[in-house]
């Protein structure tokens, strides 16, 4: 019985044991490899991929490690820069663009020549004169003096070739084209300031692309210019004026509010103007109805506010010289407001009659600096009157 009980305990303490050699043997091991694994990590090296950090749970820093890096937003491309043009200066512009003056004003000139060239020129043909020259818009007072002054050189003079009744017509047309009042623009500096030019007109009448056709003009002439987006009841002519400003490397002052003062921003821009030492400041004004009397002391504002910085060198009233006697009606009432000191017609190479010219002249007493030829950005022109008069006569 003992020998039983002591066979039972030796097998007890032979199980016990192998049991505990078991459960030591894989602690022992891991505890090795995670020291191992502690002493890659301290010398540097990368763990490669047979070593057992990579199917274990310290395999997580491996995988952290090799993660793409987080991408950073795409930030959007800066628009390009506009490629600054290089406008052409403005000297001969009126004769290179003659030919389509003179296809838009032949008709004119060609009925005068035809009734004057009659072998007779009787009370009817007279009449036929006055007509032509008042459907060309030159007015009815100015019609009636240019009949009467081309009926008493024909009687004094006699013989009428077709030479002579074309110098004639010429010479009449050009004493009621011509002014004494100079043409020039005032575009220089003068006591430290640049020249300020208002440009002022009823919308539609291209008020806005001819500051910025002018502001091109000027930069071709080898001036600086800045321009001043005054008409802030448009948005969109802040905008244009901001094109036409790029193109040609000229500052544009404007406002970011809506329905800003007017006056506000006419005085930035001539400020800018003086700081900058520019040569010129253009203030594009809004396109006053000239009904709306409110309006029109707006107008009135504008200028004053800009005489406490320095003079107003021109006042450019822009007529659509479509329109005719309208654009007359116009131009009385702006020239109550503020000193109009020059007229700029434009399209004058279209459906116009040459004889606004005469009326508008006449009218105010001022006269017509520049003339619009056409739609692209060169087509403003200084006006001549012999080119302008050779054009109408189709010479």
Request: overall charge negative; some cysteine.
């Amino acid at each position: 019985m003992i020998a039983y009980i002591i066979l039972i305990v030796v097998v007890a303490v032979l199980l016990v044991g192998v049991g505990g050699s078991m459960l030591l043997r894989p602690r022992g091991m891991h505890g090795i490899r995670r020291g191992r694994a502690r002493e890659l990590d301290l010398s540097g090296s990368t763990p490669q991929a047979g070593d057992d950090t990579s199917s274990t749970g310290s395999g997580t820093a491996t995988a952290t490690a090799t993660a793409p890096p987080a991408q950073r937003p795409v930030e959007p491309e800066a628009p390009p820069k506009p490629t600054l043009e290089k406008p052409p200066p403005s000297a001969g512009r009126m004769v290179r663009l003659r030919a389509r003056l003179a296809r838009s004003q032949s008709g004119f000139g060609v009925a005068l020549l035809g009734l004057l060239s009659r072998d007779r020129l009787d009370d009817d043909t007279w009449d036929e004169i006055e007509e032509v020259l008042i459907t060309a818009d030159v007015g009815v007072t100015p019609a009636r003096q240019i009949t009467s002054d081309l009926r008493t050189k024909v009687k004094v003079e006699g013989t009428r070739t077709p030479e002579e009744v074309r110098a004639m017509l010429r010479s009449e047309l050009l004493a009621q084209v011509e002014t004494e009042a100079t043409r020039a623009l005032h575009t220089q500096r003068h006591e430290g300031h640049p020249a300020v030019l208002l440009m002022v007109g009823v919308n539609g009448t291209g008020k806005t692309t001819t500051c910025g056709k002018l502001a091109r003009s000027l930069v071709g002439d080898g001036q600086t210019v800045v321009l001043g987006a005054a008409d802030t009841f448009r948005a969109a002519a802040a905008d244009q004026l901001q094109t036409w400003g790029e193109r040609v490397g000229a500052q544009v002052i404007r406002s970011d509010k809506e329905q800003a003062d007017p006056a506000s921003v006419a005085f930035d821009a001539v400020s800018a103007g003086i700081e900058q030492e520019a040569d010129v400041v253009l203030i594009d004004t809004a396109g006053r109805l000239h009904t709306k009397n409110d309006l029109m002391d707006e107008l009135g504002k504008v200028k004053r506010v800009v005489e406490k910085r320095t003079a107003v060198d021109e006042v450019l009233l822009v007529l659509d010289a479509t329109t005719g006697q309208n654009g007359l009606r116009q131009a009385r009432v702006f020239a109550e407001v503020v000193d109009v000191t020059g007229i700029v017609l434009t399209k004058l190479d279209g459906t116009a009659k040459g004889g606004i010219v005469i009326a508008v002249q006449r009218e105010l007493g001022v006269p017509v600096k520049l003339v619009g030829l056409g739609e692209g950005p060169d087509d403003l022109a200084p006006f001549d009157p012999v080119t302008f008069v050779d054009a109408i006569l189709g010479d």
